[in-house]
Structures are given as C-alpha cells and as structure tokens.
Nanobody, 121 residues
Framework: QVQLVESGGGLVQTGGSLRLSCAAS????????MGWFRQAPGKQRELVAT???????NYADSVKGRFTISRNNAKNTVYLQMNSLKPEDTAVYYC???????????????WGQGTQVTVSS
C-alpha cells in the first residue's frame, strides 16, 4: 500500500556531509509524520529525527546541531541533511512514515529498505 524508498547513503570521511532522501508512494491518504531511524552493528535501532506534517521536529541528542530533517509535503518526501559526520554515525538508516491509506483506516508505520551510511575516520 505504501512504499518508502531511501537514497543518498554512501561512504564519506569524518567531517563530511550527506543528504538522505526518502520518497513515499502508493496508496496514501495522509502522512502525519516521517522520520529517520538508524541501526549500527551491535546496537538497537534508534530514533534520529522526526518531523510532523505541521513541521515540528525532534532530534536525538547525538545528532542535534549536526543533522537537519525537512520535508516536502507535496512530494511526500523527507530529507535528512547530515553535516559534520562522525564514525559513530555509521549505520543503516531507515526511513519511517506514519500514514493512513484511506479516511477510515488507522495510521500505520511504514518503513523503507534502509540505506547504508559509512563514515570513515
């Protein structure tokens, strides 16, 4: 019903920047929030940043001041601008969307396939 496709991951040196994109498509009635999560080897998946349809944002303390989340509601796309990257940021980054597929169905969480971000020292 809803498909999320991430792009923009890759290999970057410490201090570099990357911008991740996630586009939602399919049978979408509304999206109330989108966000990014990440999971590094040996660690639990953690929230990185979220943004609501109204533009309210929330960031993990570890990325605050370095990462910026934004969205283009018309395109159902969310972005994550990552600056001053550190090796600790290395992880698979997953896009999340909280969406409903029709006016009477409760919202569900949908996930992208993940994109690898590797920060070399």
């Amino acid at each position: 019903q809803v498909q999320l496709v991430e792009s923009g991951g890759g290999l970057v040196q410490t201090g570099g920047s990357l911008r991740l994109s996630c586009a939602a498509s399919g049978s979408i009635f509304s999206i109330s929030a989108m966000g990014w999560f990440r999971q590094a080897p040996g660690k639990q998946r953690e929230l990185v940043a979220t943004i609501t349809s109204g533009g309210s944002t929330n960031y993990a303390d570890s990325v605050k001041g370095r990462f910026t989340i934004s969205r283009n509601n018309a395109k159902n796309t969310v972005y994550l601008q990552m600056n001053s990257l550190k090796p600790e940021d290395t992880a698979v980054y997953y896009c999340n969307g909280r969406a409903s597929i029709d006016p009477v169905t409760d919202e569900d969480d949908y996930w992208g396939q993940g994109t690898q971000v590797t920060v070399s020292s």
